[in-house]
Structures are given as structure tokens and as C-alpha cells.
């Protein structure tokens, strides 16, 4: 049974930089797509960015592109997410999601087969 834990999350202020990961267990990491969503507060969630197994080929959200950087360490079975210059728009709640198969990357939750619980991250103006 493939569990997904995401940890990192916190309170920064506005301008700051935050790193959040999600360690895989009970699957082959390398054979998973990996990916974050978010949920701001009275909003449905969101794709973030996503990470594909193989080639490391990327896609993010506009919101995100060029402030976000999904990377993943197959020895560590584990993806983060390095955000940047946080804005309070990015407060929500972050979860991670894994394919249950090789494939590309997608921007849908129908892509996505299993999911962390999420970590909270918070940022004031």
C-alpha cells in the first residue's frame, strides 16, 4: 500500500522561501509521477506542479512557474517543493499525489492515484 507524508510546512512572512517534501512508502518511488496540489481556504484545490517518473520532465501552474521548483530524490524516495518569493496567495493547504503507474505528467486530480494528507503553509503580508 503506497502512503504518502508530507512534512515542511509553516508560517512565513510574505517575500520568504519554504521547502516542503513528501516521502513515498510502499511502492517503487521511481515508478510513480509525483506532484503537488493546493487548497487555499473556501476554494477547490488546485495543481501545482508535477514531476514525471523517468526524465524528470516538469509542469507547473502559471501562478507558480518561475517561483516553484518540484525536484525529487529517488535514493530518498522523496519530492519537494522549493517555493520562492511566497506570496499570501499561496496560503493553503499543500498535498502531495503519486500516479499509480509510469506516465506523464498531469494537471488533473483524476491523474493522480494516491495522496498525502497534506502539511499547511501559511504566509502573512
Known amino acids: 500500500q503506497v502512503q504518502l507524508v508530507e512534512s515542511g510546512g509553516g508560517l512565513v512572512q510574505a517575500g520568504a522561501s519554504l521547502r516542503i517534501s513528501c516521502v513515498l512508502s510502499?511502492?517503487?518511488?521511481?515508478?510513480?509521477?509525483m506532484a503537488w496540489f493546493r487548497q487555499a481556504p473556501g476554494k477547490e484545490d488546485e495543481f501545482a506542479a508535477a514531476?514525471?517518473?523517468?526524465?524528470?520532465?516538469?509542469l507547473y501552474a502559471p501562478s507558480v512557474k518561475g517561483r516553484f521548483t518540484i525536484s525529487r530524490d529517488n535514493a530518498k524516495n522523496t519530492v519537494y517543493l522549493q517555493m520562492f518569493s511566497l506570496r499570501p496567495e499561496d496560503t493553503a493547504v499543500y498535498y502531495c499525489?503519486?500516479?499509480?503507474?509510469?506516465?506523464?505528467?498531469?494537471?488533473?486530480?483524476?491523474?493522480?492515484?494516491?495522496w498525502g494528507q497534506g502539511t499547511q503553509v501559511t504566509v502573512s503580508s
Open positions: 499525489a503519486a500516479t499509480k503507474s509510469p506516465g506523464s505528467p498531469g494537471i488533473s486530480r483524476r491523474d493522480y492515484d494516491y
Open positions: 510502499g511502492g517503487t518511488f521511481t515508478r510513480h509521477t
Open positions: 514531476m514525471a517518473w523517468n526524465n524528470g520532465a516538469t
